[in-house]
């Protein structure tokens, strides 16, 4: 006895920690989760970060472009002395330094329009990045209002399982007071076994729903989770208030793949007009700095003394007579002159224009011009069936719509006279007045009824949502 006490308290531990750990996300709460974790929503992220680079490289390449070098070393044996530009067989240590710029000053506007180009297709990833946000949305409200369909037909096979069971608890009474045949019992039992049938088809089905969503979500399979039950009343929104036209033409302003493929068109035409830029001739302005030192470079101190000597500084005219003169000379040594000194000292700038002027280059820049036009006329195309399939999707959206509300206005009134008959068949079957065929024929048509009205309010739901979502509309419930 007390074995199984322990193994009852055990069971009812694991029963508690199961129910306590399984989160009942709320429809935001999936929204939110799958937007974060979607894989495509990742990689459009990263085409944007992408669009960013490339847009800021644009606009950093209108800039003057600066470069500086330096080459430290030594040279050993007959070589040329950087400074002094002669040979010497003495090692050598130099330092040379140089820093250049260049600035393009016109070449057809060419950096200007591929600047223009990036900034529109990064305008044009962030709604490529909206429309697989749009896409993931869409798809768990989808997956979610599954799910609560499941659960409202699960919960209609248990209460048609437990009302046959209940009738055919009254049957066997009845049956046993000799009232009823024992043949009603018979069927009551095949319908019940049916109806068991059912129910482990609706949880099934149920369960295969909360599997999608889950991998909808990025999650294991084996991730406990519930959802929130939805509340709704649609009985005063049978009414479409807009026109399919009138929902198009919001469409068309709130869609971010149609602002995609504008902004696409917009981008091959500022594409088109910079590579036109290559066919113009191209104007620089360089500057450039140099400078250098060498440990050989020597420079004559003076140390404040003076000698004075006879030279001979020419001949007289006319002769082969010397002419001699006192000559004085300060007094010194050679010695090198510090790294900044030489560096001062050997300073050298430059500035200059250069003209390239384009004359044949293999039709190089003629055809890119040309494939330009070409992606230029195809960014049309797309930008014209992109609108077309948009037309297309809401008018589906708006007949499925139509059509959802009808049926619904239909299963609602199927619903009540099947209810109406069913209730009126079960008493005259209580007493008698009835077989159990009418009777059961009765009962399976309200749950059947019942399912009907459950698929069709849930299709209603979902066609009025996605016209909301294509007019720009909050999905909320």
Same mark, same amino acid.
């Given at each position: 006895?007390?074995?199984?006490?322990?193994?009852?308290?055990?069971?009812?531990?694991?029963?508690?920690?199961? =129910?306590?750990?399984?989160?009942?996300?709320?429809?935001?709460?999936?929204?939110?989760?799958?937007?974060?974790?979607?894989?495509?929503?990742?990689?459009?992220?990263?085409?944007?970060?992408?669009? !960013?680079?490339?847009?800021?490289?644009?606009?950093?390449?209108?800039?003057?472009?600066?470069?500086?070098?330096?080459?430290?070393?030594?040279?050993?044996?007959?070589?040329?002395?950087?400074?002094?530009?002669?040979?010497? !067989?003495?090692?050598?240590?130099?330092?040379?330094?140089?820093?250049?710029?260049?600035?393009?000053?016109?070449?057809?506007?060419?950096?200007?329009?591929?600047?223009?180009?990036? @900034?529109?297709?990064?305008?044009?990833?962030?709604?490529?990045?909206?429309?697989?946000?749009?896409?993931?949305?869409? +798809?768990?409200?989808?997956?979610?209002?599954?799910?609560?369909?499941?659960?409202?037909?699960?919960?209609?096979?248990?209460?048609?399982?437990?009302?046959?069971?209940?009738?055919?608890?009254?049957?066997?009474?009845?049956?046993?007071?000799?009232?009823?045949?024992?043949?009603?019992?018979? =069927?009551?039992?095949? =319908?019940?076994?049916?109806?068991?049938?059912?129910?482990?088809?609706?949880?099934?089905?149920?369960?295969?729903?909360?599997?999608?969503?889950?991998?909808?979500?990025?999650?294991?399979?084996?991730?406990?989770?519930?959802? !929130?039950?939805?509340?709704?009343?649609?009985?005063?929104?049978?009414?479409?208030?807009?026109?399919?036209?009138?929902?198009?033409?919001?469409?068309?302003?709130?869609?971010? !793949?149609?602002?995609?493929?504008?902004?696409?068109?917009?981008?091959?035409?500022?594409?088109?007009?910079?590579?036109?830029?290559?066919?113009?001739?191209?104007?620089?302005?360089?500057?450039?700095?140099?400078?250098?030192?060498?440990?050989?470079?020597?420079?004559?101190?003076?140390?404040?003394?003076?000698?004075? @000597?006879?030279?001979?500084?020419?001949?007289?005219?006319?002769?082969?007579?010397?002419?001699?003169?006192?000559?004085?000379?300060?007094?010194?040594?050679?010695?090198?002159?510090?790294?900044?000194? =030489?560096?001062?000292?050997?300073?050298?700038?430059?500035?200059?224009? +250069?003209?390239?002027?384009?004359?044949?280059?293999?039709?190089?820049?003629?055809?890119?011009?040309?494939?330009?036009?070409?992606?230029?006329?195809?960014?049309?195309?797309?930008?014209?069936?992109?609108?077309?399939?948009?037309?297309?999707?809401? @008018?589906?959206?708006?007949?499925?719509?139509?059509?959802?509300?009808?049926?619904?206005?239909?299963?609602?009134?199927?619903?009540?006279?099947?209810? @109406?008959?069913?209730?009126?068949?079960?008493?005259?079957?209580?007493?008698?007045?009835?077989?159990?065929?009418?009777?059961?024929?009765?009962?399976?048509?309200?749950?059947?009824?019942?399912?009907?009205?459950?698929?069709?309010?849930?299709?209603?739901?979902?066609?009025?949502?996605?016209?909301?979502?294509?007019?720009?509309?909050?999905?909320?419930?």
């Amino acid at each position: 006895m007390k074995k199984y006490m322990t193994l009852a308290f055990a069971f009812m531990v694991l029963t508690v920690t199961a =129910q306590e750990t399984k989160r009942v996300w709320t429809l935001r709460e999936l929204v939110d989760y799958a937007i974060a974790n979607n894989l495509t929503v990742k990689r459009s992220t990263y085409g944007v970060e992408t669009g !960013e680079i490339n847009y800021r490289q644009s606009k950093m390449a209108m800039l003057p472009s600066l470069n500086a070098n330096s080459n430290y070393g030594y040279n050993w044996g007959r070589t040329i002395d950087p400074v002094t530009n002669q040979f010497t !067989e003495q090692r050598v240590n130099s330092i040379n330094m140089n820093a250049s710029s260049s600035l393009l000053l016109w070449n057809g506007f060419r950096l200007y329009y591929s600047m223009k180009q990036n @900034e529109t297709e990064l305008d044009a990833v962030n709604e490529d990045l909206m429309r697989a946000r749009n896409d993931v949305i869409l +798809n768990v409200i989808t997956l979610y209002l599954n799910i609560v369909f499941n659960k409202e037909l699960y919960l209609n096979a248990q209460l048609q399982l437990r009302s046959t069971q209940e009738q055919l608890g009254q049957t066997r009474k009845l049956v046993e007071a000799g009232s009823l045949p024992r043949a009603n019992v018979l =069927q009551l039992e095949s =319908q019940a076994a049916s109806n068991e049938l059912t129910l482990v088809q609706r949880e099934n089905a149920l369960n295969f729903s909360f599997l999608q969503l889950k991998q909808a979500l990025q999650l294991p399979g084996s991730t406990p989770m519930d959802v !929130e039950k939805l509340e709704v009343s649609i009985d005063d929104n049978l009414l479409l208030n807009k026109t399919a036209d009138e929902i198009f033409d919001i469409a068309v302003q709130t869609m971010p !793949e149609i602002k995609a493929a504008q902004l696409r068109k917009r981008s091959s035409l500022y594409a088109l007009r910079s590579t036109k830029g290559n066919l113009y001739p191209r104007l620089n302005v360089n500057g450039n700095i140099t400078t250098l030192y060498s440990d050989q470079r020597r420079q004559f101190q003076p140390d404040g003394g003076f000698n004075m @000597e006879t030279r001979q500084i020419g001949y007289v005219t006319g002769s082969l007579t010397p002419v001699l003169a006192d000559v004085v000379t300060p007094t010194g040594q050679l010695i090198l002159p510090s790294r900044a000194t =030489q560096f001062d000292n050997n300073l050298g700038k430059s500035l200059g224009f +250069n003209l390239q002027i384009p004359i044949f280059n293999g039709l190089q820049a003629r055809s890119a011009v040309q494939r330009a036009a070409i992606s230029r006329d195809l960014a049309d195309i797309t930008l014209l069936e992109t609108t077309n399939t948009l037309r297309q999707t809401v @008018e589906t959206a708006y007949n499925d719509a139509v059509a959802a509300a009808k049926t619904y206005s239909a299963a609602q009134r199927q619903v009540q006279a099947a209810d @109406e008959a069913y209730r009126m068949n079960k008493q005259r079957f209580n007493l008698g007045a009835i077989n159990f065929v009418e009777y059961q024929v009765s009962e399976n048509d309200l749950f059947r009824a019942q399912s009907d009205f459950l698929r069709a309010k849930f299709d209603f739901i979902f066609r009025k949502k996605v016209l909301d979502f294509y007019q720009g509309l909050p999905i909320d419930f």
